[in-house]
């Protein structure tokens, strides 16, 4: 069954850290660009980051660029979503994904417009 699924979601004071997964299995998930992306119950889903398939390529919109990072395991067939020095407004619940033709440029922004596989997502919760 060709699915993502991620891990790694939870409560975290602001400043704090956490790591997301995000596994595939089915497919490899080297061969596609990932885009990870957030969104908060009432409010539209918005792109966080993404990386690209061979090329190396990684972007982060501004409201996360210095504080997230996203990185390849390609012996896990995972992506991770590092998250640093958290603040209370990056509360919402994430999701990994992808499709045969999506991308990941160096220009931005993160886009879903040719997503075709979202992972089930995790919380993240930023509170003291």
């Known amino acids: 069954q060709v699915q993502l699924v991620e891990s790694g979601g939870g409560l975290v004071q602001p400043g704090g850290s956490l790591r997301l997964s995000c596994a595939a299995s089915?497919?490899?998930?080297?061969?596609?660009?990932i885009g990870w992306f957030r969104q908060v119950p009432g409010k539209a889903r918005e792109g966080v980051s993404c990386i690209g398939s061979s090329d190396g390529v990684t972007y982060y919109e501004d409201f996360v660029k210095g504080r997230f990072t996203v990185s390849r395991d390609k012996s896990k067939n995972t992506v991770y979503l590092q998250m640093n020095s958290l603040k209370p407004e990056d509360t919402a619940v994430y999701y990994c994904a992808t499709g045969r033709e999506n991308y990941c440029s160096n220009y931005g922004p993160v886009s879903d417009s040719y997503i075709e596989l979202w992972g089930q997502g995790t919380l993240v919760t930023v509170s003291s």
């Open positions: 089915g497919f490899t998930l080297d061969d596609y660009a």
